[in-house]
């Protein structure tokens, strides 16, 4: 605990999220959503034919697909226009797909970075960085141990490059296809950037890899797509950070993640997403998991002005694995609607999702969850613990599971308890000497430990930083 | 929306039935812009997740299924002291004003596709009247169906500090060939510091496709109650629900459902918190066996000013077959934070553990599933405070048990 408070001293994260600078693009897309733009994002990119194609196909389920707009309770989707934002911006460097070294980036840039704490991540010997700046990776670094070991920890520009086959097998064809839903149709056309992320057979990738994403221009779009395959026996553990300043238009947020967990291996990911409060977060993640393997997700939503996030795993193999550890925190104007699908495809798959969620000001939270157990998926077992916490009754948390259980040997389990901030507890903590909000933010600390405890000490600290600005008010 | 009902429907068959009950223009009214809404009305609404719809009201051939001069029904009702229980037109006679004013006050005449059918062809039915604090013994409703389709409306009007309880049965009398159509609407006006106990025992045949909503306002201190016990039909899509309008009033829906062979049960629990200090609970437990399916949706809303709301849920269903589905919706929309609220939801089949010890006692398998399955009622049964009522709901357990 002591060395959480010391790094809360020596960082300030208020001002690390809401600077927001002046800079000029190498490239900028037209705005708005063509066939021309998306051949002159292809072919700024040098992509192959195939991509193209697969983009083309994209952008056209795309126009055919409805808004996610009829579900019960859905989010106010009416500001998302694509024609309004800007699909794809370079920024100014002269490598394409990232350098090696920190110190060849521009000042800008390496600025930037400085305030969001990444160096210092990178410093503490972590095993990888990538870095996206718009649409694009601009630095990723990876640990030599890892690479002769044959982990590939690259850009998704540079992968479709230089692992054509791998991304021709995976990129959007098992996991998450356009067709799946409007804004992964959109990803689909013109995504951008991301990482990737491969494991070999029975190799262990003991540190956590990282990419940091984040959005600096006004009214602008970031699709980037993140693939991991990690073959048999392996074991990674993914983290992504995402934020982005204030604007007074909108941004767009529609990455996709797909993740392969071949037989026995084992993979975590874990988000912790600060979009500012005008940003659309409209994501596909998904993973595919394989006989005795194991998917962990570990999110924290916090910002933007509406989420709609639901991480889905498809237990494919038996004994598959999935955990699901949610944190949504709303506060004024911000509706946040995420939560968990599970598909129980074979028999003695297990899954356990825990969403905590918090609302304050005005904000809505909602878990929406999925899980289907399909007939022949004996012996599988699920259970789904959410749990919110409100802070007023301007503030609003609903929670709308839905399972679809097909088998009878099964143990299905669901609970969801609302309540508010405890009176007694904060009397209680009053009577020893901490004032009012001193009192809620350890309540809410208290709250939250079973997300902060799975994640790397940076990140939990990050969160924890971010739940207190958003109780003070102070942040978006 | 497709199989329309009309082309056999018209304003005269509308007319003929009103005439037929001796009714006031007021009601004919309402009734002809029902028939009217059909055009643009939905069905009721139905669950939809990725790549599936719950219960698929659509493929109902209604065209064939009604047919709204022929309706024939026995009706039983056992009245209590103090309380006037009336068919429609005798209800029409004596409490016109009264009928005028609670009519189509709780259930929206036009709420979807169903509810307007229904309150255009109604013919059946009971005005159930509590006077000012007047405390009724037990009302009972037999509702016996000897026709293609039958439309029953019931309206219980429980005035200031009155209270009474109303057990309805629903079953297939003379049986008709083929597929059968049954609706049924209950709508209860509870006013301040009154009790009102529904309790509902739906066994009808297995031909038949059966729509309800059951749905009641609550006043200060006031309290409806329901029971909703779903043995028969063909597909059942049933819907249960409480506003709790005035503060400090209270509502309790218990459901149990038995399910086999190709039934398919969609039922319903909603409770609507709008007022201070309100309580509510749901409890379902239902049985599934052959390839029998449930769809259960509960929700709990808890409005901006309920302030100080406890609401609670459970819903746990047993299967026993490995044809059979059960699909759950348990939701908590919350916009109070003054607010005490759960649910939790299981599904899962009869204990091995259970089982194992109850064999191993030498009671043989299928006695001792049997008595695990009627022990998995017992939750729900012991909260019906009417003795008659749960001793059907047991007797028809125990008969289905043993078919």
Redesign the interface.
Known sequence: MSSDQDHLKETDTEKRFEFKKEEKSAFEAEKGLTEETIRVISEDKDEPEWMLERRLRALEQYKEMPMPDDWP?APDLSEVDVDEIVPYIRPDIETRGGVDDWNDLPEEIQDTFDKLGIPEAEKNALSGVGAQYESEIVYQNMQERWEEKGVIFCDMDKAVQEHEDILKEYFMTKAVPPSDNKFAALHGAIWSGGSFVYVPEDTTVDMPVQAYFRMNSDGMGQFEHTLIIAEENSEVHYIEGCSAPKYSEFNLHSGGVEVFVKENAHVQYSTVQNWSKNTYNLNTKRAICEADGTMEWVSGSMGSKATMLYPSTVLKGPGATDNHITIAFAGEGQDIDTGAKVYHNAPETKSTIESKSISKDGGRTNYRG?V?IA?GA?DSSTSVECD?L????????????????????????????????GDEDVFYLQSRGLDDDDAKQMIVAGFIEPITEELPIEYAVELNRLIELEMEGSLG | MSTQVHANLTESQVEQISDDLGEPEWLLETRKEALAALDDLDMPEV?R??G?TWTNLDALDYESLVDPLEYAQDKDRVDAEGVEVLSWSEALDEHADLVEEHFGSVVDPQRDYLTALSTALFSAGTVVYVPEGVDAEDVKIRTTMNSQSLFNYTLVLAEESSSVTILERQGTGETTDGDQYYSGIVEVVAEENAYVQYGALQNLSEETYNFQVKRGHADTYATVNWIDGNIGSRLTKSSVETRLLGDASESQILGAFFGHEDQHFDIGSRVWHEAEHTVADLVTRGVLDDEARSVYEGVQDVG??A?DTSSYQREN?L???????????????????????????????VDEEDMFYMTSRGVNPEAAKNMLVEGFFVPVLEEVQVDELREDLDQLIYERLRE
């Open positions: 309770g999925l289907h007939d004996e919110a409100m802070f007023d009754n301007e503030s609003t948390s609903d929670t709308m599971p839905y399972m679809e259980i097909q088998e009878s040997k099964v143990d299905v389990a669901h609970e969801a308890t609302v309540g508010k901030i | 669950i997740t990725p599936r901006r000013e302030w269903t299967m026993l077959s490995d044809e059979s589905e059960a699909d759950a919706s348990p939701k908590l929309i919350i916009n109070n934070h003054d607010t005490e609220a759960s649910h939790s939801a299981t599904v899962g089949q």
